[in-house]
């Protein structure tokens, strides 16, 4: 069972930034294609970023420009660097893992900016 453990998430003011670590239990951040998720209060799930086992990047809208993705295979972790942070990115963010039929979360990781 592939466990994923979240880190990195704080209280910051608008403008500032966070970084945030998914560190993976077993060697699948290479494999799998790993991606960030947030989910604001009475709002569902969205994709923030994810990258592939290719390297290829995906960015919603929101965060183009501010946000970036990367992993490091050696560290079987992958990050979320949240630049230029606005009230609206406050949410819990939650790290995925996906390789069909398998998905695996992390508990999530609170993030909130303040005005």
């Known amino acids: 069972q592939v466990q994923l453990v979240e880190s990195g998430g704080g209280l910051v003011q608008a403008g500032g930034s966070l970084r945030l670590s998914c560190a993976a239990s077993g060697s699948i951040v290479s494999m799998y294609v790993m991606g960030w998720y947030r989910q604001a209060p009475g709002k569902e799930r969205d994709l923030v970023a994810r990258v592939s086992s290719g390297g290829t990047t995906n960015y919603a809208d929101s965060v183009k420009g501010r946000f970036t993705i990367s992993r490091d295979n050696a560290k079987n972790t992958v990050y979320l660097q949240m630049n230029s942070l606005r009230p609206e990115d406050t949410a819990v963010y939650y790290c995925?893992?996906?390789?069909?039929?398998?998905?695996?979360w992390g508990q999530g990781t609170q993030v909130t900016v303040s005005s």
């Open positions: 995925n893992a996906f390789a069909f039929p398998m998905n695996y």
